[in-house]
């Protein structure tokens, strides 16, 4: 079977998808429970305890108030990079939109990884 070539429009459509997905996932790892373990000095049990009570305040007595609402708010954006993430630019999703197989989307993503390196290394 012969390589399947894209064209510029899509080709740049890909790119774009790529884009999408790198600024998903750093948005995903900043709000992490890690992160915010980190940042707000709250353990990891603790924010999933905050998050399986549906941030009910009454479970949690002797976090802050501002701590709290500030692990609210960052693992509310979260799940919503990760519930745009899982829906549109997740693997099999980029490979139903594009018609490509894994193998192919891994090589693309590669080289748009190696383009896209200088100008993230110059930011």
């Given amino acids: 079977m012969a390589r ?8 740049a459509a890909l790119n774009q998808d790529f884009g999408v997905r790198q600024h998903l996932q750093s948005v995903m790892a900043a709000h992490s429970y890690t992160s915010l373990e980190l940042d ?9 305890r905050m998050e399986q009570s549906g941030f009910n305040r009454r479970k949690t ?3 802050p108030k501002r701590k709290f609402d500030e692990a ?3 693992r509310t954006i979260y799940w919503l990079a990760r519930e745009e993430y899982q829906g549109r630019y997740d693997y099999p999703a980029l490979m139903a939109r594009h018609n490509i197989s894994k193998p192919t989307l891994l090589a693309r993503q590669r080289a748009f990884r190696r383009r896209s390196a200088p100008m993230r290394n110059a930011a």
């Fill in 72 to 74: 609210k708010r960052r």
């Fill in 4 to 11: 399947r070539t894209f064209s510029e429009v899509a080709l």
């Fill in 40 to 48: 707000l000095g709250i353990a990891t049990t603790t924010i999933y």
């Fill in 61 to 63: 007595p002797r976090i």
